[in-house]
C-alpha cells in the first residue's frame, strides 16, 4: 500500500467517525434536549426553531462529509482532476454556505429571543460568528482547490 492511498484512508476512516459523532447528536443530543426543555418549560417553544437550524446544519454537514469521501474515492483511483469531483467540490461550497445560513439564522433567533426575554445572547452569537468564520475559511479552500481542475478540464 502506497503513502498516498494509505493518507486516503486514513482520511476516510476520520470521516465515517465525525459521520457517526455527527449521527450521534442528531440520534441522541438533539432530541434529549428537546425532551428536558420540554419538560422543564412545559408550552414554552422557544428551543423548537434552534433545533430546526441544528439539524439542518447537521444533514448539510453529513451531505459534504459523503461528497468528501466520494471526493477521496476519486484520488484514490487517479481521478482527482475529473468532472466527478469538480461536482463534489461544487456540492460541498454550496453545503458550507447552507450551513452559514442555518448559523445566521440560529444567530438572528438568538438575538431576537434575547430582545423579548432580556437574556445575554453574547456568548452563543460569538460561538456562532466563529462558526460562520470557520464555514467561510472552507469555503474559501475549497474554491481554491476547484481552480486548478476547472483549468485542467478547459484545457
Not at 68 to 79: G, H
Not at 119 to 132: E, K, Q, R, T, V
Amino acid at each position: 500500500m502506497n503513502v498516498q492511498r494509505g493518507s486516503t484512508t486514513f482520511l476516510k476512516v476520520i470521516i465515517f467517525l465525525i459521520g457517526f459523532a455527527v449521527l450521534a447528536v442528531c440520534i441522541v443530543l438533539l432530541p434529549e434536549a428537546a425532551r428536558r426543555d420540554a419538560i422543564e418549560r412545559p408550552g414554552d417553544y422557544s428551543l423548537y426553531p434552534l433545533l430546526v437550524c441544528a439539524y439542518g446544519i447537521c444533514i448539510t454537514f453529513s451531505v459534504a462529509l459523503y461528497r468528501v469521501f466520494k471526493l477521496l474515492t476519486y484520488i484514490e483511483k487517479k481521478n482527482a482532476f475529473s468532472e466527478l469531483s469538480l461536482q463534489s467540490l461544487e456540492v460541498i461550497k454550496k453545503c458550507t454556505f447552507t450551513v452559514i445560513f442555518f448559523i445566521f439564522l440560529a444567530i438572528v433567533y438568538l438575538r431576537v429571543h434575547a430582545q423579548y426575554t432580556g437574556d445575554d445572547a453574547a456568548g452563543p452569537i460569538s460561538l456562532g460568528l466563529m462558526g460562520i468564520l470557520a464555514t467561510s475559511i472552507i469555503a474559501a479552500i475549497v474554491d481554491v482547490l476547484q481552480k486548478p481542475i476547472k483549468n485542467v478540464l478547459n484545457s
